[in-house]
């Protein structure tokens, strides 16, 4: 079977390098287009890029010229990681001119008609995009992917919240490094050091948890039920989000229940085949000071959530310990789940 | 006026270091005596113990002989930094003895007529010494200081739980190395790293602001009606405790009543001119990315307690992040305070 | 063909647990025996080894139960991380009962008939083992690999000392933390610090360096003239040990060839087949800031050697940097090649 | 005494505010006016300038507007904190309308008849400001301060220099990431790793050595006969720079001479009893494991040099380790001793 051609728009910043690393050996995808704002217009790649993530920039895309991030593009799916104010004009461009566009961006996260989506957690939001092309008129569309740190709070709690009615949820967050970009945090602001900020974070994972958990029905979108309260840290790590969660629910579990819930979820059956998902999109930990950051982020190439420290809560029903990995499985390797998702629904032309 | 002669238990570990350091230019109090377990015995002070802490050792204790940790040794208080096993043995022959034992350690802190006391927040809880000696037949005494992280987190809510009525709490830590002693944490366990947790940390925490919390009356003591779930983890910062809390009250502030309350408080004026004492406990920072441990842990030699981002929380009332010295505010300074407030009360002989 | 049986022993440690790690699916050999000291006997490795490494502990091992590190055990070939107090009596056991020894610590490093080899580099020292077995009436052997900062320092210094002969060595080292084994450094130390001194790290340097790049003629082992003076430290890296290298020679290259010759560099044909060998072992980076330990440590799973920044010197010729992966190209990757060159050279029985 | 009125030019980034907090409650010096580019002129300094360093800003500069660089200004002596660039245009402006400038950049300190002075090492050398003006045709001067590294190795090898005659140094630094002012460098560079180029600082070490190191006579400078080998890299240390040395000299020292040598080591007498004048520049550490840069960097505010390992070098005649603390005596505390010595020689009309 011939790969498809697609592109990366924003190649050149920071998580559109994990895109193009992820992209180098993809068995159904193949890198047609590198695109990124007018300054690196026209240099070959590896002039355009400085690369700051691990490893070697892949051979195949080093001389690849970038161009503007515009269509037409001989590509049938753009990845896209611009900045938000970028992506809000040149993703509907691309939707408009009949390419399945998969954002990590927040430009249109929260459109009632753009399905924000983690492929094990609501698969069937993608039932948006009828709706999506019909309104807005594009033979194209657009599907967005989460914000990294509630990717791992809403894939711990989905099962916990399909057996057991999640009503309420404390989290506190430990923000690895990473998520800020490149060059993002001054070390001298980092090292031996904590901030408890990170500017917008606290909002979206208190909307976008509601509308991950929500249903859609009739072409419609609902938030869930939920009251959700997070404090956001960055500390000194590279890669990896920590989440300490409190969650209280209708139903409440006991720990060991939560814990056999949690271990036997599995996305639907169209999911788990797609190449970048993992067997099973979550791990349990059983030893008393896991998971960690570094020694639970990479687990089969960062596409799996770690939960730990399942245990009862003083206020309300369940703690754990939560990590993600932040530029993997919270960004660019969630996007590209979603469009192997869209492949396999024959909704990439 | 002559310097009152003290003694320190346990002086070559890390928080014994901490209070010899405090107590090399003391106003009020004199090292005489510095002891530890055998191995140390009969070994100046400057080959006993690998000094570990900041600055050099002071040149005064340098030759001092370290002496084994019981009595009588040549001193009125003795400040202790025992292992807790060593505690539960030593502190009660001091005070047997008829000495004031100024401790840090948790041996007796749940002891119901051991005071565990913060001055600014409660220090009439030293009225239980008298039953303490009444029941145990000793004309010495044992005062206690809680917990690091304890410190921090009912130092900040003390002044909103006069005003309002603390009912429930939520925190979730990030503390620093030096609060786990030396040798501590391996690098290989915490650089790059976040370990979720901390043996015994949460249950301290739960059950300290309870009673530093309670009331003392007729000589006993209530644990306060507050439920607290906390959640704590060690993070790669080398001083300096990191706490995100939530509260909900019988009467809940608005943000600004609780910063102008916050800003306000002040302890008894009894313990406000103790030579450790600042001026306020309290400060609260306005910016949103403060208070930081590396930026906000320093504050008047550590003694002063930072609270910012205070602000609404979706769950319960108020949302903020606390930054409390672990060593200095949190340990030995802590119970330096005890003992100024002790000698103040005219309770040491 | 059937895979050789092997034997760790020291399986509990940091190096023993690298061996363990890289060994799990090796084609040649298979683990069938954990040895380790009293303490662990006789419980499954899962239980009596605290796991520090990257990854899981491989499920083939988990419930292998830990032996005494005393022949017989079912295996041909032993690999050994013991502390070098035992490594002294145990090693030289499993030589006298016929077992092939692949020794990663300095017990007998220095003895004259122990042949020291990094395969690239001194293959042919492999004819001391003759020697050795006559002289100690061993039916099987001991063969030992270098220091881990020696190891990268020869490496890159082998070719050039080949085609320009090499007589002056100025080296500065940065080492990382899992050189020091675990629990190894206290974060307390080494947080936001560099601590100027490893113990007898100098000293191996200096000699080992000499050994590795002498001759062996007539069984007999002569240094290198070369005198090295060696300056190393511990920094706050976690793996990869970086080296600032000036160096001299009799007959001096310009950097640029010392470039080509670093490029070309292989080792012999009968080393470069080998498993674990990468096809070059040795890697110019050409930016002006590389190599750089964390982004230049994993080349070829960390067997590969890193060097850049080639430039003239004022005081010698030429100045370099050059990484190394301390536990893989420096410690138990390196004591493998050596095991698999042995095998490849009929002297695995 | 009134004080005398300076003013800081660049007040608003990293090395600026270092000024400012120095220059806050210094005996002689008062801040008068603070200046930096277009961007920051007419706002107050709490506004204007992101505070980056240690504690908070000082009150008194809080509400001071920040003035353009360019003279007139109300001071009779300018500390220069500014980029290379704009120091070229404005320092020599401040000494044409006879300012005494105190540059801590690099614009001037390779001009001939600018003195390149830290005064313990060479305040003679003040001298050549008589023919600086007498050739400029300025009632003002310039004088400079050495590169931070520089410092810490110039002040360490002076001693020996004078007593034994320094040939050849080896130096390979760490260097602190303050040394890259703010924001400097990103945490995702520097984290867990070692970056082995610092761009231009092997060159200012290499030359600014013999320049400080060199004679004045006649008004003439020549710079000092040592040949000298630079090898410098930035490691994860927030302030101090650690650098390994070797020396070479005409009549070699052993360590012990060395050593006493160091330890004897004072100023002139005109500089010692400034205000910010150690008693002793140096202190020789004998624990084999120091200096190090967090435990040492801050003696007597950072002015005091640290040395230790004083020991043989097989290949020149000794070793040793020095710390410097980078921000202070490495830049603003240079600047401002070289200010106070001005003052001093009545050299500030």
């Given at each position: 079977m011939a790969k498809i051609p697609v592109a990366v728009l924003g190649a050149t910043g920071a998580v559109g390098q994990h895109f193009v690393r992820l992209l180098a050996d993809h068995p159904w995808f193949e890198i047609v287009a590198l695109a990124a704002s007018d300054r690196s217009e026209g240099r070959p790649y590896k002039e355009a890029c400085s690369w700051v993530i691990a490893g070697d920039m892949p051979a195949a895309v080093r001389d690849m010229v970038?161009?503007?991030?515009?269509?037409?593009?001989?590509?049938?799916?753009?990845?896209s990681a611009l900045p938000v104010p970028a992506a809000r004009e040149v993703e509907p461009?691309?939707?408009?001119?009949?390419?399945?566009?998969?954002?990590?961006?927040?430009?249109?996260?929260?459109?009632?008609?753009?399905?924000?989506?983690i492929p094990e957690v609501n698969a069937d939001h993608l039932s948006l995009i009828e709706g999506q092309r019909a309104r807005r008129g594009w033979p194209g569309f657009i599907v967005t992917s989460p914000n990294c740190t509630t990717t791992g709070l809403v894939m711990a709690v989905k099962p916990l919240d399909v057996d057991f009615g999640l009503r309420k949820v404390f989290v506190a967050t430990m923000q690895a490094l990473s998520g800020a970009g490149y060059p993002g945090i001054p070390s001298l602001d980092i090292m031996d050091n904590v901030v408890p900020y990170i500017g917008g974070e606290e909002e979206k994972m208190e909307r976008e948890t509601r509308l991950l958990l929500g249903q859609v029905a009739s072409g419609q979108r609902s938030e869930a039920a939920i009251t959700i309260s997070a404090q956001t840290n960055r500390v000194p790590v590279l890669d990896g989000h920590t989440l300490c969660v409190s969650a209280g629910f209708e139903r409440p579990p006991s720990p060991e229940e939560a814990v056999q819930v949690l271990q036997q979820f599995r996305g639907p059956s169209s999911v788990s085949d797609l190449p970048s998902a993992p067997q099973a999109p979550l791990v349990v930990r059983h030893e008393n000071d896991r998971p960690q950051p570094r020694r639970d982020r990479d687990v089969q190439d960062g596409m799996v959530v770690s939960v730990g420290r399942v245990r009862k809560c003083p206020l309300l029903d369940l703690r754990m310990v939560v990590v993600v990995h932040n530029t993997r499985r919270g960004a660019a390797g969630g996007a590209l789940l979603n469009a192997e998702l869209l492949v396999k629904q024959g909704l990439v032309a």
């Open positions: 970038v161009v503007r991030p515009a269509p037409p593009l001989p590509a049938r799916l753009a990845f461009a691309f939707a408009q001119a009949g390419y399945a566009v998969c954002s990590n961006t927040a430009a249109f996260r929260y459109d009632p008609d753009v399905p924000l989506v």
